[in-house]
Nanobody, 125 residues
């Protein structure tokens, strides 16, 4: 059974940092790209970042480039999203998902992909 366990959300002031974790199980970790999405109230879900755990290649949405860093620890089957210089507009529920693709130039979950439960990130001004 595929499981994606997201954690690390919280409340932080603007300019602060948080690190999200996504612990994966039930599949061969290096076979899939793993990504982070977010959804703010009243907005569509947005692809934020992803990593190819096989070679470490990454993707970032323009809205987070230079502020967020995605990484993986293949020994722990865990993907991290380090979020720095947080802004109030980063407030959202963040989800990890796999497998994902950037084939369409935006981050998408593949058909029959899996979602983790969300973790709330709130950035106060």
């Amino acid at each position: 059974e595929v499981q994606l366990q997201a954690s690390g959300g919280g409340l932080v002031q603007a300019g602060g940092s948080l690190r999200l974790s996504c612990a994966a199980s039930g599949f061969t970790f290096i076979d899939w790209m793993i990504g982070w999405f977010r959804q703010a109230p009243g907005k569509e879900r947005e692809g934020v970042s992803c990593i190819a755990t096989s070679d470490g290649s990454t993707y970032y949405a323009d809205s987070v480039k230079g502020r967020f860093t995605i990484s993986s620890d293949n020994a722990k089957n865990t993907v991290y999203l380090q979020m720095n210089s947080l802004k109030p507009e980063d407030t959202a529920v963040y989800y990890c998902a796999a497998p994902v693709s950037t084939h369409s130039r935006t981050l998408e979950i593949l058909p029959r992909g899996f979602w983790g439960q969300g973790t709330q990130v709130t950035v106060s001004s």
